[in-house]
């Protein structure tokens, strides 16, 4: 158990519609990554959260969007989906920055019909 | 964009040295290389991290040459549980400003008794 947590565990929903996915990072951490893992596109960047800020950003498509709360857990929103869309999100947090160790939840599965 | 490559598979058998190769152009000075292993539905684990020279914890060893364009994953006598996909994970520069974490394409291992 790496102490991220991330919710729903599965998700199934239908073109065209908006869902968002919780993550809780491991106590103290600051620093909050969201990944999108595809059969076909492997593990993508998506984004990075620091205390709150943007830090860093990936491949994100401008239907994505995400946000870290003052209590530091993350939300990842996505909209319009498409078929496409249907992949294993993962949450990570570290301590600090970007050259830290990242601890992985286990995973939110989207299937998008 | 940076491309990070590894072998698509690997096979070995228990008991034997296992070495997994990244290539990573354009990393960037202040990057860490990190390594993560992954089961079947389960987020990435991390295994080992370095910036230069070797680096060795109590299960693996990283390789890391001076121009730090690879770096190279040692398991020791492996076993039939070290069957998973293994990624390594570097900083991208980009264009944008931001960081960007770029995710090896992953090597997936295969130990046989």
């Known amino acids: 158990d790496s102490g991220v947590t991330q919710t729903p565990k599965h998700l199934i929903t239908a073109t065209g519609q908006r869902v968002t996915l919780r993550c809780s990072p491991r106590?103290?951490?600051?620093?909050v990554y969201w990944y999108q893992q595809s059969l076909d596109q492997g593990l993508q960047f998506l984004i990075q959260?620091?205390?709150?800020?943007?830090?860093a950003k990936g491949n994100i498509l401008e239907r994505f969007s995400a946000q870290q709360f003052p209590d530091l857990h993350s939300e990842l929103n996505l909209s319009s989906l498409e078929l496409g869309d249907s992949a294993l999100y993962f949450c990570?947090?570290?301590?600090?920055?970007?050259?830290?160790?990242?601890?992985f939840g286990p995973g939110t599965r989207l299937t998008v019909l | 964009l940076a491309k990070t490559t590894q072998p698509i598979s690997m096979d070995s058998y228990e008991g034997q040295e296992v070495n997994i190769t990244c290539s990573h152009n354009?990393?960037?000075?202040?990057?860490?290389i990190t390594w993560y292993q992954q089961f079947p539905s389960q987020g990435p684990r991390f295994i080992i991290q370095?910036?230069?020279t070797k680096v060795t914890n109590e299960v693996a060893s990283l390789f890391i040459p001076a121009d730090r364009k690879s770096s190279t994953l040692s398991l020791p006598r492996v076993s039939l549980s070290d069957t998973a996909v293994y990624y390594c994970?570097?900083?991208?520069?980009?264009?944008?400003?931001?960081?960007?974490?770029?995710f090896g394409t992953g090597t997936r291992l295969l130990v046989s008794p």
């Open positions: 990570a947090s570290s301590p600090r920055e970007l050259t830290d160790t990242q601890y």
């Open positions: 370095g910036y230069k």
């Open positions: 959260y620091y205390n709150g800020e943007e830090r």
């Open positions: 106590s103290g951490d600051l620093s």
């Open positions: 354009n990393i960037a000075t202040n990057d860490y």
């Open positions: 994970l570097v900083g991208d520069p980009g264009n944008t400003g931001f960081q960007k974490l770029v």
